[in-house]
């Protein structure tokens, strides 16, 4: 009897010795499941390069250029989160990202409004914390 092995997708953001442990498992006859995708918010992940070494397609999903409402975000002294995205900007690009073929963005650099604007999506307000909101604060490390 032939049985299929669901495919998996692996959310790293360091060195990857989880996604080592899950990859290696994986190969093992006793997994149901394969990993054919790393995900990263860090481009120089280390776990990228073992990714890439395996021959599995890799995305990385960098933040849109204005900040994120996150609880890390908001311990900072002075931030007002009232002048952020919310999360749901990265998860709709994500899945804009995931959707497309892996030949067309595996090893690719994104930012979350570009890859939302490639769809026909300019309108963001819906992911303002404030509908209506026209100033945000920057995103920390994307100029």
Not at 48 to 66: A, E, H, N, Q, W
Not at 123 to 130: E, S
């Amino acid at each position: 009897m032939l049985i299929f092995k669901k495919k998996v997708a692996i959310f790293i953001s360091g060195k990857g010795s989880n996604l080592k442990n899950i990859y290696k498992f994986s190969k093992t006859s006793k997994s149901k499941f394969d990993v054919t995708l790393v995900v990263s918010n860090k481009k120089k992940a280390k776990g990228l390069v073992f990714s890439r070494s395996k021959k599995l397609r890799t995305i990385f999903i960098d933040k849109p250029t204005t900040a994120i409402d996150t609880a890390a975000l908001a311990m900072i002294p002075g931030v007002d989160t009232a002048f952020c995205r919310t999360t749901e900007i990265i998860s709709d690009s994500a899945y804009i990202i995931l959707n497309r073929l892996g030949k067309d963005c595996s090893g690719n650099f994104f930012i979350d409004d570009e890859v939302l604007a490639s769809e026909g999506i300019v309108d963001l307000d819906k992911y303002a914390v404030v509908p209506g909101t026209k100033e945000f604060i920057k995103d920390l490390y994307v100029d």
